[in-house]
């Protein structure tokens, strides 16, 4: 799938039977009760970012990644004495909790690039969190890579979007961004050559020669002075026979 830049692409993934979240306590549902109700909240927020409705999908992926966090047994372990027992999940449980939650930070990070007013460090934030579970997530790459070319890191940005164009070599926006990298990286390269030839430029130069060729003319004319003064037995009249004058 292409990481789309004007309408960017959600992660979404299906559930064996949509859920009511009713007024039931999270805590006192059963485990696959409460997983499907999180990938049904994920889904309606997918409806609201189809509806360009930014707000409530970012509203709904939050719920969705609230209700995950008390079953997420690396996100919540639980201090003994002081809360319920985080309760121990099948690999399955395990497995759509992840799917489910990954694909919140993911979606969340699309819905942030899409504001009109876009926080690059949360779209780094949430980009990241994806990539630790999902290394090789293009979407995920991609926009890392958006978000630190934007706050002005361009060499982390070539990392992240070189990955993504190993991943999925025909990506026209991740090849479009990678250009724009190489472009800064060019200009920065640039600056700097230009900053070490104003260090050593001509001008300089010629100051410090100009300075050094003063000083041997002051030189020349004290000493060109002592010359021109006569010796001592020149300002005698006429020598006495002692040699005084």
Known sequence: MEATEGEESLDEQAVAEPVSSGHQRASMKPIWALLEEAAQIKSEGNAFYREKNIRSAIGHYHRALLILRSLDSKMMTSVKGFGPETPALTPEQETLLRNTQVDCYNNIAACLLQKQSVDYAR???????VLQWRPGDVKALYRAGVATLEMGDA??????????????PNDANVRKYLQKVEEKLN?????????????????????ST????????????????????????????????????
């Not at 060499?155 to 999925?168: D, M, N």
């Not at 200009?187 to 100051?207: C, N, W």
């Not at 300075?211 to 001592?232: D, F, N, R």
């Open 123 to 129: 779209v780094l934030e949430y980009s990241l969190r």
């Open 155 to 168: 060499e982390t940005a070539k990392k992240y979007l070189i990955q993504a164009c190993r991943e999925q």
């Open 187 to 207: 200009q920065e390269l640039q600056k700097t050559k230009a900053m070490y030839r104003g260090m050593f430029s001509p001008s300089l130069k010629s100051s």
């Open 210 to 245: 100009e300075g050094i060729s003063q000083t041997k003319t002051t030189g020349e004319g004290v000493y060109h002075s002592a010359q021109s003064k006569p010796p001592l037995e020149r300002d005698c009249i006429q020598p006495q026979p002692n040699g005084e004058c």
